[in-house]
DNA sequence: ATATTATGTAAGTAATCGCTTACAAAAGTA
DNA sequence: TACTTTTGTAAGCGATTACTTACATAATAT
């Protein structure tokens, strides 16, 4: 196999994790099936990352910083709060149909015995998430144009509810999912729990 | 070890098995560590159950039988349909926290590529809860209670979506949970989605 | 041109895993 | 009572796992 500098070889080896996370599961990621998939020694993978969890925190990682950095954009931007939530919403199933691997990633590992940065770089994901839904209904709140007796809290829980039971349709359809419709759709449901 | 009848085992080793879930995680459950958990020997445990499969498939369809058997009878009920809503509600979430090895089997399971048999018994669970909710919501629409323009298909979704957005704060958290207002609370959010 | 670093590899390591085997003896049946 | 079935066990099996080691050589630095 041709030489490449690092920082290629650890793109593709995260790129095939995420492959084989979605075509057999997270249980099923072995570092001998990993460096197969990509075509490449066994050993190589440890010239690049030093275990195995290494891979995992770093696509991780990746996530807060594209996922979560795109979601902060929207929820500050000057749009109204209601554009704002849907968007966020938007860009938050889009995401998560678009990188499937991810996805499953993602909620694989949030009900496992992780350790401690692992657990908490992805406690930070979901955090992150619903404090970015609460802040934009605050504002909507803020502004008068929400019902000022909504409750936050648990909005921002039924809110964080979405993805993830879209995440188990997706994985019992088998992958079959028609957005265009998704998000408007559930807005709906949202803008009438807020409105006055 | 004393003797006891298969049927006692099965019960004692399917107790083990979730709560080594609940404080391991599903990754770290070994038929070696389970074997210690209860005091036996690892053999034993394929005196009772003939793969460790097994024993996981068994524990499902108690949550099949448990589990929905209860939440079909709250929804087959001829209280109102709201009452019936939250009771459902109500019931899956007790359910869910007081059973945190299942929970979190459920949720660690659903994510994970399984043998046919398996994806099926947990399909049904979640699809089982989903057309509950669904009924309810019919049932309050055709008797002219809520809004006949209601998007069932999305708000038992939206449904669907709690318990597994409470869960993975449960996870988050470690398991604090003050369950006394949940309901209630989210209750009144369905409630304003649905009413007409 | 030489020395050093970075990258790839095949083989190997120690550990763990689910499960079986061979033995033992309690419990049940006729 | 004799035979069969059920239940428990220690040891072992074959497979898999994440990772290391020793070697090789391309790429980079001096």
Redesign the interface.
Known sequence: MERQKTDVRQEQIKSAVLDIIY??????LSTRKLAERIGMSEGTIFRHFKTKQDIVLSIIKDVQTDFIGNLRKIANSSSSPSERLERLLCATVTYLTENRGIT?LL??E?????DREL?EN??NI??NQKSLASKIVLDGIALGIWDEST?VE??A??Y???P??????L??AGGVFHRENFCS??M??LL??LER
Chains 1, 2 share one sequence.
């Not at 075509?23 to 099923?28: P, Y």
């Not at 949030?110 to 992780?114: E, H, L, M, R």
């Not at 993830?164 to 349709?169: K, P, Q, R, S, T």
């Open positions: 075509t057999d599961g997270l249980k099923n499953m909620f694989s949030a009900t496992q015995k992780n657990k992805l406690q979901f955090n409750d648990q909005v829980m039924l964080m509810g979405i993830v039971a879209l995440n188990i349709e994985v019992f759709r559930m709906i449901l009438k729990i």
